[in-house]
């Protein structure tokens, strides 16, 4: 048995959770409680791949990062990089897919945290930067943490965007819903089977614990507001 | 010296007050809605008048929307209602946050302050183990560990029953006399305002309609009560 599409499954779910979790709590923490012009489309544009067809999105990567693509034309002028049938193209998918989960997530954290708590320690001296590090970020922790968890789990899962932008290379963009698909379209039933029952396996695994998580949570919110 | 001299647009109607202060309690009082946290937040610098000055000795925190101090830098301490704990801090890491420095003259201080305020056994439990009245002593703790200038407090009182709110009272009354800096005082409870004020200024709609020195040091004539 070829495990290959497993630790190429989770390379590139690693890779793209790390790039959606930085850039999904820097833009949901520069967006919390600011209304400003345009911020609405910008949500709107984040959330976007969301609800559309994955078969879309994957187009439109296909027309930005293809050989003759705006970004991809540059990249493969400036550093030789080529994104379209190589696993980096299964990470820019696995991005573009999974921000919309993290952005939500964090924008929520963010939002539903006591903006006085934050206020108190600018009183005390404390730099933008420290209150972030110390306040806000642990605070909003257990959000964001259900965010990269999502995340993580549907970097894993994605196959229409990383079918039209990576194609299916065995040994390069073989990932596990990659591997299932053309597992069945070949015949080869028992491949398919066994990595459907590991991929059920870590999504199951993840909700579980992330469900177990939330619960503990809540319960010491439940606590702390008990005996105030 | 602090003297604030602000003009600001609200919802309702207009924010303009003119006052000066030296190191004494001033109470801002009046109704909900009056205008009296706003002014706290102005001097702090989490609000920005519309135009004015507020200047604290030499320090100009406030001359034109272009010149204005950052929160940080004003070293203004603030009591927020609620308090406003780090949830995820104990006691101890509360009130250390906003220390400029740890030397054997500040421990001694602080440890003063804590004996004063007589928190010094919570120090290891965490906000939501605690009381409210010792919620509002941590605060106060936290905010006069950072070694402000002024003190703001907006309705420090309020969420507490009544016989911790006198214990409060007299505990403020107490730091005061021991750090010799401005306090400003919110409240909406006029007993608590002739108690704790050394000078009261009485707001409504954004206006200073009356002022007066406490009936303890002085007893002017005053028909306002909210």
């Not at chain 1, 070829?2 to 923490?29: E, H, N, Q, W």
Request: hydrophobic letters at 45%; glycine letters at 8%; one cysteine or more.
């Amino acid at each position: 048995m070829d495990y290959s599409p497993l630790m190429l499954s989770l390379k590139v779910a690693a890779i793209s959770t790390t790039v959606v979790f930085i850039s999904g709590v820097f833009f949901a923490r520069a967006f919390a409680r600011k209304q400003f012009f345009g911020k609405s489309v910008i949500e709107a544009i984040f959330i976007l791949p969301l609800v559309l067809p994955p078969t879309v999105v994957g187009f439109a990567l296909l027309l930005l990062f293809g050989k003759h693509g705006w970004i991809g034309k540059w990249l493969l002028e400036w550093f030789d990089v080529q994104i379209v049938f190589t696993w980096l193209g299964a990470v820019i998918a696995s991005i573009v897919v999974s921000f919309p989960l993290m952005y939500q997530s964090a924008a929520a954290a963010f939002n539903s945290m006591d903006d006085r708590i934050e206020n108190a320690a600018r009183t005390l001296g404390a730099s933008e930067w420290r209150v972030f590090r110390t306040i806000s970020f642990p605070l909003a922790w257990p959000g964001l943490l259900a965010g990269l968890v999502l995340s993580f789990a549907r970097g894993l899962g994605e196959f229409g965007a990383t079918l039209m932008i990576a194609g299916y290379i065995p040994g390069k963009t073989d990932t596990i819903p990659m591997s299932i698909y053309f597992a069945v379209e070949s015949g080869q039933m028992e491949k398919a089977v066994f990595w459907v029952v590991i991929i059920v396996a870590l999504g199951f695994s993840t909700i579980l614990w992330l469900n177990w998580w939330s619960r503990r949570n809540m319960l010491r919110y439940a606590n702390e507001n008990r005996s105030r | 010296m602090l003297e604030v001299d602000i003009k600001k647009r609200l919802s309702h109607y207009n924010l303009e007050v003119d006052f000066s202060m030296g190191d004494e309690i001033l109470v801002l009082f009046g109704p909900s809605g009056s205008g009296k946290t706003t002014i706290l937040h102005t001097i702090v610098g989490l609000t920005k008048p519309d135009e004015g000055t507020i200047k604290l000795g030499d320090k100009a925190f406030y001359s034109g929307k272009k010149d204005s101090m950052s929160v940080q830098a004003r070293n203004v301490g603030m009591l927020f209602q609620d308090y406003a704990l780090f949830p995820h801090m104990t006691v101890e890491q509360n009130i250390q946050y906003g220390m400029k420095r740890k030397d054997e003259h500040r421990s001694f201080v602080i440890g003063q302050l804590l004996q004063v305020l007589g928190i010094h056994q919570l120090l290891v439990k965490y906000p939501h183990q605690i009381s409210g009245g010792e919620k509002q002593r941590v605060a106060l703790a936290r905010a006069l560990a950072s070694e402000p200038s002024i003190l703001l407090l907006d309705e420090p009182l309020s969420a507490l029953d009544k016989q911790t709110r006198i214990d409060c009272q007299n505990e403020l009354i107490r730091l005061h006399e021991m750090w010799k800096i401005p306090f400003i005082i919110v409240t909406h409870d006029r007993e608590e305002a002739e108690k704790l004020g050394d000078r009261i200024l009485f707001l409504d709609h954004g206006k200073i309609i009356d002022e007066r020195k406490s009936p303890y040091t002085d007893s002017p004539h005053s028909t306002y009560s909210y």
